[in-house]
């Protein structure tokens, strides 16, 4: 917010500086008194539980925190403004802004969000503050990823990599002939996996082959595991190749978009066009980026099926992407093949089962299958729910499945159900399911359920 203060400079927006200026300075003073009040030594560690904790209250400040700018200006109310804010932190990108009449600092501000939201608010706090709680810190926000041994170097590397690629991606667009503020905007969303854009037509409204492809490239960056990079960086191309998540991503790109390309053909009045819009939209739902090139009110409900199908599935597993991951896409799938398998064959003829991740070859046991199976089984029930609660407000099935789907897998996508004059319930339930998909439901399920028996202990000791 800080940062977002003195942007307003930049653009000739000083009158609004003090929108951004008090919630700051304000975070800040609370901050530093409550970091004199409770002193703890350096050396200091904490259980997952209270990791647990501290990052849902984190999220959850920094989310009611950004509202702030919003309500003051008058530009959203609050329910709105908590909509926007939890979709920019969760880098989701679903938005009810008029990006056509908030100032420039409004916008950037949203992009800042989704900058700090992509790379996690642990990771990025821990960058700068590191100590013995950073091990549980890191976990407690939903990440297994360790690109080196040591936590501290790993956040660090994180976190250049995800800025070089932000770079990268303003650099690329100022060639395509993208101005410097869209430039920054897109490129952080694009990377962030976040999806908000300064254009109400998103990447569409810029009507260029050149401006998708970069897109598709940086939404494709943002998409795969971090660890995976540095395989990459490191220059170890054949393990890179046989990572599953890799393979899995354009396994499902190279059968989707042919069938895409296909339902959309008499749509639109070219094939170069029928083809940028079968590979961008459907890599952007894939990736949970959000960025859309053309509006789907046109589309059969196969091609909105097919979107919903890669929503779920979702991106990469320590990446900025949100969804099931594609790690666990795929672990399900093969599960049921082992399964069949085990079956089939003679036991003395199966091999124990593997799957190559960054970090090295995986076996997988029946406790590995086990935690992705009940991970899938919350994402459908919460899915489930949302999707029912959207249906009776009077919104149609096939639309409420694909809004809700846009929340939990924290997408951005919308087949025009989001928008200012959604009632407050339906935002809040839409803004929780963004925060559940954000923070991968177990960590939230499991933090409560600790802070629960905590206080029915606490209760009885007390009773007796």
């Not at 000739?12 to 800040?28: D, M």
Request: glycine content about 8%.
């Amino acid at each position: 917010m800080g940062f977002s203060a003195f942007s307003t400079f930049l653009f000739n927006e000083s009158y609004i500086f003090w929108s951004f200026a008090k919630p700051s300075l304000i975070s800040l003073l609370v901050g530093l008194v409550l970091r004199y009040y409770n002193k703890t030594e350096n050396n200091f560690s904490i259980k997952s539980s209270e990791g647990g904790i501290i990052v849902i209250l984190s999220w959850i400040l920094a989310i009611l925190i950004s509202t702030w700018p919003f309500i003051d200006l008058k530009i959203l109310n609050f329910t709105q403004a908590l909509f926007e804010t939890t979709s920019g932190w969760t880098t989701t990108g679903l938005s009810v802004v008029d990006v056509t009449s908030v100032p420039k600092s409004i916008l950037l501000f949203r992009s800042t969000m989704q900058y700090f939201g992509g790379s996690g608010l642990a990771v990025a706090t821990m960058a700068l503050l590191l100590g013995p709680a950073a091990s549980t810190l890191y976990g407690a926000e939903g990440r297994t990823d360790r690109l080196l041994p040591n936590i501290k170097k790993s956040v660090k590397l994180i976190m250049s990599l995800y800025t070089g690629f932000t770079v990268l991606g303003i650099l690329l667009y100022l060639i395509a002939g993208m101005n410097l503020f869209d430039s920054v905007n897109h490129s952080i969303a694009a990377i962030s996996t976040g999806g908000f854009s300064t254009r109400v037509g998103s990447i569409g409204e810029f009507e260029s082959a050149l401006i998708e492809f970069i897109t598709i490239f940086l939404m494709l960056i943002g998409t795969i595991n971090f660890a995976a990079h540095y395989v990459l960086l490191k220059g170890n191309y054949k393990k890179f190749i046989k990572i599953d998540e890799i393979q899995f991503l354009f396994k499902l790109l190279i059968v989707i978009i042919p069938i895409a390309f296909f339902s959309l053909y008499n749509l639109y009045d070219s094939f170069s066009k029928t083809l940028r819009v079968s590979i961008f939209d459907f890599i952007s739902a894939l990736s949970t980026t959000g960025f859309s090139s053309v509006s789907y009110s046109d589309w059969s409900e196969l091609t909105i099926f097919l979107m919903i199908i890669l929503m779920i599935i979702g991106g990469g597993s320590g990446s900025t992407a949100g969804g099931l991951k594609l790690h666990r896409g795929n672990l399900i799938i093969k599960s049921i093949w082992f399964n069949i398998r085990s079956k089939i064959m003679p036991k003395n003829n199966i091999k124990v089962d593997s799957l190559m991740r960054p970090e090295g070859e995986v076996f997988l046991d029946d406790r590995y299958i086990q935690d992705t199976l009940s991970f899938g089984y919350l994402y459908i029930f919460f899915l489930i729910l949302g999707s029912v609660i959207l249906m009776l407000n009077g919104f149609g099935a096939l639309e409420s499945i694909f809004e809700y789907a846009s929340c939990l897998s924290t997408v951005g996508l919308s087949l025009g159900i989001t928008s200012p004059n959604l009632s407050p319930s339906i935002l809040l339930v839409m803004s929780f399911g963004m925060f559940l998909g954000r923070l991968e439901f177990l960590v939230i399920i499991v933090t409560i359920l600790k802070i629960l028996d905590g206080w029915i202990k606490d209760f009885t000791y007390k009773k007796n």
